[in-house]
């Protein structure tokens, strides 16, 4: 079996649905296909949120209206027949009732927001096997929230979610296509809750993971994982194939194309991932997998470049009155108290310099920093560029292309040798644009 993801942008207008039915109904595969909202939905919905938190009740029934003129126009090119159609606005009405009753839930919570927020995805998947009910492809809905759940740390439990799809699939096992929706998820008190923005990705691949998939296709806007971010730099191309590693990296290092936390679970099963393009589908995009001979063959030195903004970089210097050896693990006890991820480290003698970019506990983790270390003030609005490549210590010169390369602009700090396939450099944000173009031209221009 496949699973097969389609964001946004390829559900966003009707004659795209059309051609994701045509995709998936083009060969034998077994497919369970995930589902994001349309484009532009899940921002209307959490701009809609924001005016029922600020009471402002009349501009959330305004956007709702024009909201739902979106849906009722896509209904009427999406179906062909009145029955089609009839279907779709019994399930169009039906979901803004119900976001129209959130907005008399007074205050609006966080829990409300979270309802509001998956009905993006309710609709679009929705409305989508409705149109595959009026095509005559045997396909059914498997409702996500019957089977995607996050601990209370916001993790999603795999074993649960293949222990709950082994139970499910069954039932539909005369079906060739399952429709479910990316992004949602319950939490441990049985709430709807999400992935976090940009999660229908990693829906995609906890599920090939949990059910041993095949392959796992992400079908998006461009071909494939670029070598650098194409919305800032010229002249990007595909990178045709990819380790986990260092697609895990990219990801997780800002390559919008996934969300950062995709590659885990594809990675642990052993499970490819395809990273597709919708508006062509016979470009070959990205492949995702550890093939030996591939990287055997592959001869890039530099496979591509990811930047990570909003980071924030701690000075820790210390005090002396720990032990070398007992510095390092009361430091990182502290970030792990507060569940909050180091992304970079360097260390000297006496100091350590972090980053991190959820900083929610930074009071809390300075403050106990700073009963036996003395800190620096901190760095805000830091970006991490993270190059991929072959930095093998055997590879001579690498290194030193990346530093001339960015020998205009002002590094922060340094990570290098963390894993064989990563150097990262941290620099100001305004720098950002500036670091990805000069990198671009100084490793990827011939
Ligand atoms: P979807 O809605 O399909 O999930 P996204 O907008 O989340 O699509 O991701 C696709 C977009 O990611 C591309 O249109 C591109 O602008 C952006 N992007 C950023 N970095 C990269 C990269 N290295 N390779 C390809 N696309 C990238
Ligand atoms: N719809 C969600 C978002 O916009 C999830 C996704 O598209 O992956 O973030
Ligand atoms: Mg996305």
Known sequence: ?????????????????????????????????????????????????????ANNDADAHAKIDTLKAHYDAFLSELYKTAGGKAAGQKIVDSE?????????????????EKEL????????????????VEEGVPSTLLPALEFMRIDADNEPEIQYTEAKLAELLPAHDDKQIIVTQGFICRNPRGEVDNLKRGGSDYTASL??????????????????????????????????????????????F???ILHPSTITPARMFGVPVRLKNTMDPAAPGTLI???????????EVFKAIAAKDGITALYIHSTRML??????????????????????????????????????????????????????????????????????????????????????????????????????LLVHGRYKSDALNALNDGLFSV
């Open 1 to 53: 079996m496949h699973v097969w993801k389609f964001g946004g942008t390829s559900v966003g207008k009707p004659e795209r649905m059309h051609s994701i039915r045509t995709l998936i109904t083009s060969d034998d595969t077994r497919k369970i296909v995930v589902l994001s909202a349309l484009s532009g939905t899940t921002n209307a919905l959490l701009a809609i949120g924001e005016s029922l938190k």
């Open 96 to 112: 803004f009732s119900f976001i129209r009753s959130l907005t008399g839930i007074k205050p609006f919570t966080l829990k409300q």
């Open 117 to 132: 927020v998956a009905e993006g995805e309710l609709l679009s998947t929705q409305i989508f096997q409705a149109y595959l």
């Open 207 to 252: 599920i090939g993971g949990a059910i041993r998939a095949e392959e796992i296709q992400i079908w998006t806007d461009i071909d494939g994982m670029h070598n650098n971010d194409p919305r800032i730099v010229k002249n990007t191309f595909p990178v045709r194939e990819l380790t986990f590693d260092e697609a895990a990296e990219l990801a997780y």
């Open 254 to 256: 800002g390559a919008k």
């Open 289 to 299: 997998a550890d093939r030996p001979e591939a990287s055997a063959a592959s001869r």
């Open 323 to 424: 032990n070398a050896y007992g510095f390092l693990r009361r430091i990182f006890e502290i970030f792990e108290k507060y569940k909050t991820p180091v992304d970079m480290i360097t260390t000297s003698e006496v100091s350590v310099s972090v980053t991190i970019d959820n900083t929610e506990r930074i009071q809390e983790i300075t403050d106990e920093l700073n009963t036996f270390c003395t800190l620096e003030e901190p760095d805000y609005d830091q970006t991490i560029i993270c190059v991929v490549g072959n930095f093998s210590a055997d590879n001579e010169g690498v290194a030193v292309r990346v530093f001339n390369a960015m020998k205009n602009i002002p590094i922060r700090m340094v990570s290098y040798g963390g894993t064989e396939s990563n150097l990262s």
